[in-house]
């Protein structure tokens, strides 16, 4: 009897100690969490360094009990965009991503507009509209449906590359500009005077070198990585269209976390997206004075006046788009800012 109640002590002890080291499940804290995150881009690139960012700035803010473990993934190497966003939804295998609003567009039909060329007038204007909450109804809407928002990161501005230099709109006429597969843009580089040729983009720098067409618009990464530099030598600063990434966390997972990790989490979600910001602006600058300085890259600026007159045109197309998908409200807000 008595070897009988000792194994039963014993025991108890065990499960105690067990328990104990586990951080006490008795009480719904755990001693560790393992975050996981992901980017499609290379370790390195300016989104994986915004995810570092973020695990760092969540480990000054959270001081919590809790031991905080990451995993960050690069390369695609734990699914595509599409995947990482389904697998936050249904809070599994990924926490956190940076991704493309574009994913968001299956759950709400408004999320395109945030890439809608000529939306926002400048860098600063569309921070501005970033901070000011001009998204919050795409957000609230995709949040519901199991994904927070939690950081606003991008900032390429894409321009247009070209193989001939352009001084006016007058000249516009006479550039063939390859342009993504989406009725809208073709819609807006028409509106303002270009000839509008969709193109698969792995066609493009064959198709300027032979002639097919005179140029593409994209940010300095695209112009420096595809070396479309080598056949289109200027670089026309229409800055038509700013490249917005979302730092993005599943909600149920945030949702069974503590309030004060949560706090922490949201905290440096909005800080890692104003340093990307921050950052990918910058880099874009950098990426412009390099080919400049090494390749012969060929700098246009527009002025004022020009790039208002494009937007002049190209506003009713955008305005057109939002009215089917009903994104109105969002870019009146934004145009009002």
Known sequence: MKKIVGLTLALMLIFSLASFAEGGKESG??????LVGGVMLPKGHVYYQAMEKFVELLDEYYTGPIEL????????????????????????????????????????KTAPIIDAPFLFRSI?????????GALDSIAETIRKKGVRFIGYGGGGARSLILNQPVSSLEDFGKIDLRVQGSPLHAAVFGAIGLNP???????????????????????????EGMKFYEVAPYYALSEHQIT????????SRLQSFPQDLQDAIIKAGLDAGRWHRKAEVALGQQIIDKLVAGHGLKVIEFTKAQKDEMARRAMPEVMKYAEEVGATDIVETIQNL
């Open 124 to 132: 600063e204007h569309w921070e501005q509209s970033l901070e000011a």
């Open 29 to 34: 804290t755990p001693e560790s969490i393992t």
């Open 197 to 223: 040729t969709p193109l698969d983009y792995t066609e493009v720098y064959n198709a300027i070198k032979t002639g097919v067409v005179d140029g593409l618009e994209n940010e300095p990464a695209g112009l």
């Open 244 to 251: 917005t990434r979302i730092l993005c966390f599943s909600e």
């Open 69 to 108: 473990k990451y995993e960050l993934h690069h390369s695609g190497s734990i699914g595509t965009e599409k995947d990482m966003f389904e697998f936050m939804m249904q809070g599994v295998s990924v926490d956190f991503a940076v991704v493309s609003p574009a994913w968001a567009a299956t759950w709400d």
